[in-house]
Protein backbone atom coordinates (compact mmCIF):
# COMPACT_ATOMS: atom_id res chain seq x y z
CA UNK A 1 0.00 0.00 0.00
CA UNK A 2 1.07 3.37 -0.97
CA UNK A 3 0.73 6.39 2.31
CA UNK A 4 0.84 9.88 1.74
CA UNK A 5 1.14 12.23 4.99
CA UNK A 6 -0.16 15.95 5.26
CA UNK A 7 0.61 17.49 8.60
CA UNK A 8 -1.09 20.32 8.18
CA UNK A 9 -4.16 20.00 4.77
CA UNK A 10 -6.35 22.77 3.91
CA UNK A 11 -9.26 24.36 2.02
CA UNK A 12 -8.57 26.59 -0.71
CA UNK A 13 -11.31 28.91 -1.28
CA UNK A 14 -10.29 30.08 -4.64
CA UNK A 15 -12.05 33.65 -5.37
CA UNK A 16 -11.80 34.75 -9.40
CA UNK A 17 -12.57 38.32 -9.61
CA UNK A 18 -12.95 40.05 -13.10
CA UNK A 19 -11.26 43.36 -12.25
CA UNK A 20 -7.92 44.01 -10.02
CA UNK A 21 -8.42 43.54 -6.41
CA UNK A 22 -8.98 46.66 -4.90
CA UNK A 23 -7.64 46.84 -1.00
CA UNK A 24 -9.60 48.66 1.47
CA UNK A 25 -12.65 48.43 -0.01
CA UNK A 26 -15.46 45.95 -1.22
CA UNK A 27 -14.96 43.37 -4.19
CA UNK A 28 -17.13 41.11 -5.92
CA UNK A 29 -16.58 37.81 -6.88
CA UNK A 30 -17.10 36.64 -10.19
CA UNK A 31 -16.90 32.98 -8.81
CA UNK A 32 -15.59 31.11 -6.36
CA UNK A 33 -14.20 27.12 -5.98
CA UNK A 34 -13.32 25.41 -2.74
CA UNK A 35 -10.67 23.05 -3.35
CA UNK A 36 -8.82 20.24 -0.80
CA UNK A 37 -5.66 20.03 -0.73
CA UNK A 38 -2.13 19.61 0.81
CA UNK A 39 0.90 18.31 -1.10
CA UNK A 40 0.18 14.44 0.31
CA UNK A 41 -3.16 14.65 -0.31
CA UNK A 42 -2.77 15.92 -4.39
CA UNK A 43 0.00 13.00 -4.55
CA UNK A 44 -3.14 10.71 -3.12
CA UNK A 45 -5.76 12.66 -6.02
CA UNK A 46 -2.85 11.74 -8.58
CA UNK A 47 -2.85 8.55 -7.58
CA UNK A 48 -6.52 7.82 -7.95
CA UNK A 49 -6.51 9.41 -11.24
CA UNK A 50 -4.19 6.62 -12.13
CA UNK A 51 -5.81 3.09 -10.52
CA UNK A 52 -3.33 3.01 -7.76
CA UNK A 53 -4.96 3.10 -4.22
CA UNK A 54 -3.28 4.80 -1.50
CA UNK A 55 -4.33 5.64 1.80
CA UNK A 56 -3.89 9.97 3.10
CA UNK A 57 -2.90 10.08 6.90
CA UNK A 58 -2.04 13.51 8.79
CA UNK A 59 -4.16 15.60 11.39
CA UNK A 60 -7.70 17.48 10.58
CA UNK A 61 -9.43 19.82 13.37
CA UNK A 62 -12.90 21.12 14.22
CA UNK A 63 -15.49 21.05 11.31
CA UNK A 64 -13.89 22.37 8.67
CA UNK A 65 -10.90 18.71 9.04
CA UNK A 66 -14.75 16.91 8.60
CA UNK A 67 -15.37 18.82 5.85
CA UNK A 68 -12.77 18.02 4.38
CA UNK A 69 -12.35 14.39 5.29
CA UNK A 70 -16.36 14.33 3.36
CA UNK A 71 -14.77 16.05 0.74
CA UNK A 72 -11.64 13.44 -0.07
CA UNK A 73 -14.07 10.08 0.51
CA UNK A 74 -16.62 11.84 -2.32
CA UNK A 75 -13.47 11.61 -4.43
CA UNK A 76 -12.91 7.91 -3.74
CA UNK A 77 -10.13 8.44 -1.72
CA UNK A 78 -8.99 6.67 1.60
CA UNK A 79 -7.91 8.71 4.40
CA UNK A 80 -7.08 7.87 7.99
CA UNK A 81 -6.66 10.81 9.76
CA UNK A 82 -5.70 12.08 13.14
CA UNK A 83 -8.54 13.98 14.78
CA UNK A 84 -7.18 16.89 16.96
CA UNK A 85 -9.40 17.96 19.91
CA UNK A 86 -8.79 21.78 19.48
CA UNK A 87 -8.37 24.30 16.43
CA UNK A 88 -9.49 23.94 13.04
CA UNK A 89 -8.17 22.32 9.72
CA UNK A 90 -6.71 25.70 7.78
CA UNK A 91 -8.89 27.77 5.12
CA UNK A 92 -6.36 29.44 2.66
CA UNK A 93 -8.09 32.34 0.88
CA UNK A 94 -6.15 32.59 -2.93
CA UNK A 95 -7.60 35.74 -4.82
CA UNK A 96 -7.02 35.39 -8.97
CA UNK A 97 -7.32 38.40 -10.49
CA UNK A 98 -4.92 39.10 -12.62
CA UNK A 99 -2.28 38.69 -9.98
CA UNK A 100 -3.22 35.95 -7.88
CA UNK A 101 -2.93 36.86 -4.00
CA UNK A 102 -2.66 34.05 -1.67
CA UNK A 103 -3.78 34.28 2.97
CA UNK A 104 -2.83 31.11 4.24
CA UNK A 105 -4.28 29.93 7.30
CA UNK A 106 -2.41 29.08 9.72
CA UNK A 107 -3.64 25.64 10.98
CA UNK A 108 -3.93 23.77 14.43
CA UNK A 109 -1.06 23.05 16.72
CA UNK A 110 0.05 19.68 16.92
CA UNK A 111 0.23 18.04 20.57
CA UNK A 112 2.77 15.13 21.32
CA UNK A 113 -0.16 12.80 22.01
CA UNK A 114 -1.71 13.50 18.07
CA UNK A 115 2.09 12.83 16.69
CA UNK A 116 2.35 10.00 18.92
CA UNK A 117 -0.62 8.50 17.06
CA UNK A 118 0.89 9.55 14.07
CA UNK A 119 3.81 7.31 15.12
CA UNK A 120 1.77 4.64 15.64
CA UNK A 121 0.10 4.24 12.72
CA UNK A 122 3.42 4.22 10.41
CA UNK A 123 4.54 1.59 13.23
CA UNK A 124 2.84 -0.73 10.96
CA UNK A 125 4.07 -0.21 7.55
CA UNK A 126 6.14 -3.17 6.04
CA UNK A 127 8.44 -3.82 3.21
CA UNK A 128 5.24 -4.26 1.37
CA UNK A 129 4.73 -0.35 1.25
CA UNK A 130 5.63 2.83 0.55
CA UNK A 131 5.45 6.34 2.66
CA UNK A 132 5.21 9.68 0.80
CA UNK A 133 6.67 12.88 2.86
CA UNK A 134 5.68 15.82 1.27
CA UNK A 135 6.05 19.88 2.37
CA UNK A 136 7.05 21.50 5.06
CA UNK A 137 6.59 20.77 8.90
CA UNK A 138 3.79 22.98 10.81
CA UNK A 139 5.62 25.08 13.22
CA UNK A 140 4.05 23.60 16.35
CA UNK A 141 6.68 20.29 15.60
CA UNK A 142 10.17 19.99 15.69
CA UNK A 143 11.52 20.60 12.26
CA UNK A 144 13.99 17.58 12.62
CA UNK A 145 10.31 15.62 12.36
CA UNK A 146 10.96 13.74 8.95
CA UNK A 147 14.11 12.46 9.77
CA UNK A 148 12.68 11.03 13.16
CA UNK A 149 9.74 9.49 11.08
CA UNK A 150 12.71 7.35 8.99
CA UNK A 151 14.99 6.82 11.75
CA UNK A 152 11.75 5.13 13.83
CA UNK A 153 11.61 2.96 10.29
CA UNK A 154 14.34 2.05 9.84
CA UNK A 155 14.42 -2.07 10.01
CA UNK A 156 10.73 -1.91 8.52
CA UNK A 157 12.15 -2.05 4.74
CA UNK A 158 9.50 0.72 3.99
CA UNK A 159 10.27 2.55 0.57
CA UNK A 160 10.14 6.29 1.64
CA UNK A 161 9.42 9.14 -0.60
CA UNK A 162 10.48 12.70 0.85
CA UNK A 163 9.48 16.26 -1.23
CA UNK A 164 10.81 18.91 0.71
CA UNK A 165 13.61 21.00 0.90
CA UNK A 166 16.84 22.20 2.15
CA UNK A 167 17.88 21.32 6.03
CA UNK A 168 14.60 18.71 5.81
CA UNK A 169 15.64 17.12 2.81
CA UNK A 170 19.70 17.03 3.62
CA UNK A 171 18.56 15.88 6.94
CA UNK A 172 16.99 12.68 5.86
CA UNK A 173 19.37 11.52 3.69
CA UNK A 174 21.47 9.19 5.97
CA UNK A 175 18.38 7.01 6.67
CA UNK A 176 18.25 6.12 2.63
CA UNK A 177 15.09 7.13 1.07
CA UNK A 178 13.92 5.61 -2.25
CA UNK A 179 13.34 8.71 -3.67
CA UNK A 180 13.84 12.33 -3.28
CA UNK A 181 12.29 14.98 -5.75
CA UNK A 182 14.01 18.21 -5.71
CA UNK A 183 13.89 20.65 -8.49
CA UNK A 184 16.52 22.27 -10.12
CA UNK A 185 16.44 25.35 -8.25
CA UNK A 186 16.20 24.02 -4.77
CA UNK A 187 19.35 21.30 -5.81
CA UNK A 188 21.43 24.30 -6.17
CA UNK A 189 20.35 26.32 -2.69
CA UNK A 190 21.45 23.12 -1.36
CA UNK A 191 24.63 22.84 -2.72
CA UNK A 192 24.61 26.61 -2.48
CA UNK A 193 25.26 27.35 -6.23
CA UNK A 194 23.42 28.08 -9.73
CA UNK A 195 22.76 25.03 -11.89
CA UNK A 196 22.52 25.73 -15.40
CA UNK A 197 23.53 22.46 -17.54
CA UNK A 198 22.72 18.62 -17.18
CA UNK A 199 26.08 18.09 -16.10
CA UNK A 200 25.97 20.37 -13.22
CA UNK A 201 22.59 18.87 -12.24
CA UNK A 202 23.91 15.01 -12.44
CA UNK A 203 26.81 16.16 -10.66
CA UNK A 204 24.96 17.68 -7.76
CA UNK A 205 22.37 14.82 -7.61
CA UNK A 206 25.28 12.11 -7.61
CA UNK A 207 26.31 14.63 -4.54
CA UNK A 208 22.94 13.75 -2.53
CA UNK A 209 23.18 10.12 -3.83
CA UNK A 210 26.37 9.99 -2.54
CA UNK A 211 25.11 11.07 0.97
CA UNK A 212 22.53 8.31 1.07
CA UNK A 213 19.69 8.85 -1.75
CA UNK A 214 18.82 6.48 -3.87
CA UNK A 215 16.87 7.74 -6.48
CA UNK A 216 16.91 11.31 -7.38
CA UNK A 217 14.44 12.88 -9.77
CA UNK A 218 15.41 16.43 -10.53
CA UNK A 219 12.17 17.97 -11.73
CA UNK A 220 13.02 21.53 -14.01
CA UNK A 221 9.51 23.08 -15.22
CA UNK A 222 9.90 23.28 -19.04
CA UNK A 223 12.88 21.35 -19.58
CA UNK A 224 11.51 18.58 -18.13
CA UNK A 225 12.95 16.46 -15.50
CA UNK A 226 16.16 14.31 -14.87
CA UNK A 227 16.58 10.87 -12.69
CA UNK A 228 19.57 8.85 -11.10
CA UNK A 229 18.81 5.84 -10.02
CA UNK A 230 19.92 3.65 -7.64
CA UNK A 231 21.94 2.14 -10.45
CA UNK A 232 24.11 5.03 -11.13
CA UNK A 233 22.04 5.61 -14.51
CA UNK A 234 21.16 9.03 -15.72
CA UNK A 235 17.70 8.84 -17.59
CA UNK A 236 16.34 12.41 -19.16
CA UNK A 237 13.12 13.44 -20.52
CA UNK A 238 11.50 16.23 -22.00
CA UNK A 239 8.76 17.89 -21.87
CA UNK A 240 5.66 17.77 -23.56
CA UNK A 241 3.76 20.70 -25.49
CA UNK A 242 1.04 22.48 -23.93
CA UNK A 243 0.60 25.79 -22.03
CA UNK A 244 1.41 26.27 -18.60
CA UNK A 245 -1.94 27.37 -16.68
CA UNK A 246 -1.31 26.09 -13.10
CA UNK A 247 1.79 25.25 -10.96
CA UNK A 248 -0.10 24.02 -8.05
CA UNK A 249 -0.06 20.35 -7.71
CA UNK A 250 2.67 19.44 -10.49
CA UNK A 251 5.70 18.66 -8.24
CA UNK A 252 2.96 16.34 -6.16
CA UNK A 253 1.92 14.90 -9.64
CA UNK A 254 5.46 14.30 -10.47
CA UNK A 255 5.60 12.26 -7.56
CA UNK A 256 2.63 10.29 -7.79
CA UNK A 257 3.18 9.55 -11.38
CA UNK A 258 6.32 8.22 -10.73
CA UNK A 259 5.59 6.39 -7.86
CA UNK A 260 2.82 4.74 -9.67
CA UNK A 261 4.77 4.12 -12.65
CA UNK A 262 7.59 2.25 -10.65
CA UNK A 263 5.25 0.33 -8.50
CA UNK A 264 3.55 -1.47 -11.13
CA UNK A 265 6.54 -2.03 -13.65
CA UNK A 266 9.78 -1.79 -11.14
CA UNK A 267 11.08 0.46 -14.78
CA UNK A 268 12.92 3.75 -13.96
CA UNK A 269 12.61 5.10 -17.53
CA UNK A 270 8.98 4.03 -17.61
CA UNK A 271 8.44 5.76 -13.80
CA UNK A 272 10.03 9.04 -15.14
CA UNK A 273 7.87 9.47 -18.26
CA UNK A 274 5.24 8.54 -16.33
CA UNK A 275 6.09 10.96 -13.81
CA UNK A 276 6.58 13.56 -16.38
CA UNK A 277 3.13 13.58 -17.79
CA UNK A 278 1.37 13.43 -14.47
CA UNK A 279 3.36 16.69 -13.51
CA UNK A 280 2.72 18.17 -17.10
CA UNK A 281 -0.99 17.19 -16.97
CA UNK A 282 -1.56 19.09 -14.21
CA UNK A 283 0.82 22.09 -14.89
CA UNK A 284 -1.57 22.23 -17.97
CA UNK A 285 -4.82 22.41 -16.34
CA UNK A 286 -7.05 24.25 -13.68
CA UNK A 287 -6.35 21.50 -11.24
CA UNK A 288 -5.31 18.46 -10.87
CA UNK A 289 -3.74 15.97 -13.46
CA UNK A 290 -7.19 13.89 -14.91
CA UNK A 291 -6.80 10.09 -16.06
CA UNK A 292 -7.47 11.24 -19.92
CA UNK A 293 -4.69 14.44 -19.64
CA UNK A 294 -2.04 12.08 -18.76
CA UNK A 295 -2.91 9.50 -21.16
CA UNK A 296 -3.07 12.43 -23.91
CA UNK A 297 0.49 13.76 -23.20
CA UNK A 298 1.88 10.24 -22.50
CA UNK A 299 1.71 9.90 -26.48
CA UNK A 300 4.21 12.73 -26.73
CA UNK A 301 7.18 11.76 -24.58
Same mark, same amino acid.
Given at each position: ??????????????????????????????????????KGINVSGVLAQLG????????????????????????????????????? +????????????????????????????? =??????? =???????????????????????????????????????????????????????????????????????? +???????????????????????????????????? +??????CPKGKVVNSVGAG?????????????????????????????? +??????LATREKIDELLKQ?
Amino acid at each position: MIYTVTFNPAIDYVVRLDTPLEVGTVNRAKGEDCVLGGKGINVSGVLAQLGCESVALGFVAGETGAWLERGLAAQGLRTDFVHLENGM +TRINVKIKAGQETELNGAGPDIPADAMHR =LEEQLDR =LTAEDILILAGSIPQSLPQDTYEKLLARLEGHGVRTVVDATRDLLVNVLPYRPFLIKPNNHELGEILGKELT +TDEEIIAAARTLQQKGARNVLVSMAGDGALLLDETG +TVHRMGCPKGKVVNSVGAGDSMVAGFVAGWQSTGDFLHALRLGTACGSA +TAFSLGLATREKIDELLKQL
